[in-house]
């Protein structure tokens, strides 16, 4: 899977947006960009992933640069419950093909959201 | 039930004991995995079985012994571990959607080899 990089943390106030970076330089064209975060004291959990148009669910929106080499996860209203690491990951996937899903964590971003 | 259960949350063994971390899901992905992660570290990938076959080993050491008895649990068998085997160990199982898929991960069982 292709590197990403992130900062190594950021800080954000309650109920203020957050953006969060991401650089996927060497990004191939069949790779999805996928987020998760890892809560303390748990397990990571999917976040929201996406391939070239920007995306939004529930928890957060993606954007994606139009050359996708670089993408922004947007908590749009930032509480104390998002305090987490969120992982930018590039999952190489093809419909019928024998990739196992291995995910390949980086170092990940430590957002802290202060109240 | 979208749901990983692990057991238990926490483990203390010596390096002489013999234990198994146990993970389940019903779900019906038939892809599930351990992970190991060291504090203030990601994840790192151990094990990946697919329908109830061994995929992949990260080269892990034999003292770790995975085994997946059906397509709902998977199991990870200690022995003889090390102190520096102390980890957080996670288990996954997978989603695979019609173009990409996702990963949904336990809690973890805490570690401790004295």
């Known amino acids: 899977d292709a590197k990403t990089t992130q900062p190594n943390s950021m800080e954000s106030n309650e109920e203020e947006p957050v953006h969060l970076p991401c650089n996927h330089s060497t990004i191939s064209g069949t790779d999805y960009i996928h987020w998760y975060r890892q809560l303390p004291s748990q397990g990571p959990e999917y976040v929201i992933h996406?391939?070239?148009s920007n995306v939004n669910n529930r928890m957060a929106s993606l954007a994606i640069a139009e050359d996708r080499k670089s993408s922004t996860l947007i908590l749009h209203r930032a509480t104390l419950r998002d305090a987490a690491v969120y992982y930018c990951i590039l999952r190489g996937f093809a419909p019928g093909g024998t990739s196992y899903g291995k995910l390949t964590f980086g170092q990940g971003t430590i957002l802290t959201v202060h109240p | 039930d979208t749901e990983v259960t692990q057991t238990p949350k926490h483990l203390v063994m010596g390096m002489t004991n013999k234990k198994s971390l146990k993970c389940e899901q019903h779900m019906g992905h038939r892809a599930m995995y351990w992970y190991k992660q060291k504090a203030k570290k990601p994840p790192e990938l151990m094990f990946v079985y697919s329908y109830e076959k061994l995929s992949i080993n990260e080269s892990v050491p034999s003292r770790f012994s995975p085994e997946c008895p059906n397509s709902s649990l998977l199991n990870l068998h200690l022995h003889a571990l090390q102190p520096e085997d102390s980890a957080l160990y996670l288990c996954a199982s997978r989603f695979s959607g019609t173009s990409t898929d996702t990963q949904y991960f336990g809690p973890g069982t805490r570690l401790t080899v004295l």
């Open positions: 996406g391939l070239t």
